[in-house]
T-cell receptor
């Protein structure tokens, strides 16, 4: 059974810092991995999707990497801003017809 | 483009009562998902529809939960009877197709508290 772990559970940084969020998964035979953002009282917003054949994806100040062999992914946020404050969730799909398995998320606070 | 709409936003009921949630997906989206997110956890898929047919309901507690999407558009999720452990946020999402490459768009969720 696939399990997804995110460390740390919470993180507080000053504005302008670069930061890394970590995600690990127990079954390295994944189909793809996604990072989502969740704001309080709102649904999830997809940030980046990495296929199993890819090593990384970039969108603006966000960069996600994938190392299937070690069962790890990282989300790098450059020059953090208060508007980046949210919970970041990592989710993996083990095969093309299985549902996403989510981690518990990392709650990020960027202090102005 | 209007997003995924859900109602009600909040609901408080007592255990053993019944409750229903409503979801209106983005126009034209054939695939609809219901997720349960317990406080401090990631979302867990309850059921996936393709048009008005069920694709995956393997994690739906069928003794108390039911869902339907009769006309392939709106969907309702019902719990009868509710238990304390059903307290959670129920998220609805939709996508234009069931492809795993398609982005799922999430609604704001319905927060349920069972007392």
């Amino acid at each position: 059974k696939q399990e997804v772990t995110q460390i740390p559970a919470a993180l507080s940084v000053p504005e302008g810092e670069n930061l890394v969020l970590n995600c690990s998964f127990t079954d390295s035979a994944i189909y793809n991995l996604q990072w989502f953002r969740q704001d309080p009282g709102k649904g999830l917003t997809s940030l980046l999707l990495i296929q199993s054949s890819q090593r990384e994806q970039t969108s603006g100040r966000l960069n996600a990497s994938l190392d299937k062999s070690s069962g790890r992914s990282t989300l790098y946020i450059a020059a953090s801003q208060p508007g980046d404050s949210a919970t970041y969730l990592c989710a993996v799909r083990t095969s093309g017809n299985t549902p996403l398995v989510f981690g518990k998320g990392t709650r990020l606070s960027v202090i102005a | 483009e209007a997003g995924v709409a859900q109602s009600p936003r909040y609901k408080i009921i007592e255990k053993r009562q019944s409750v229903a949630f409503w979801c209106n997906p983005i126009s034209g989206h054939a695939t609809l998902y219901w997720y349960q997110q317990i406080l401090g956890q990631g979302p867990k898929l309850l059921i996936q529809f393709q048009n008005n047919g069920v694709v995956d309901d393997s994690q739906l507690p069928k003794d108390r939960f039911s869902a339907e999407r009769l006309k392939g558009v709106d969907s309702t999720l019902k719990i009868q009877p509710a238990k304390l452990e059903d307290s959670a946020v129920y998220l609805c999402a939709s996508s234009s197709s069931p492809s795993v490459l398609e982005t799922q768009y999430f609604g704001p969720g319905t927060r349920l508290l069972v007392l």
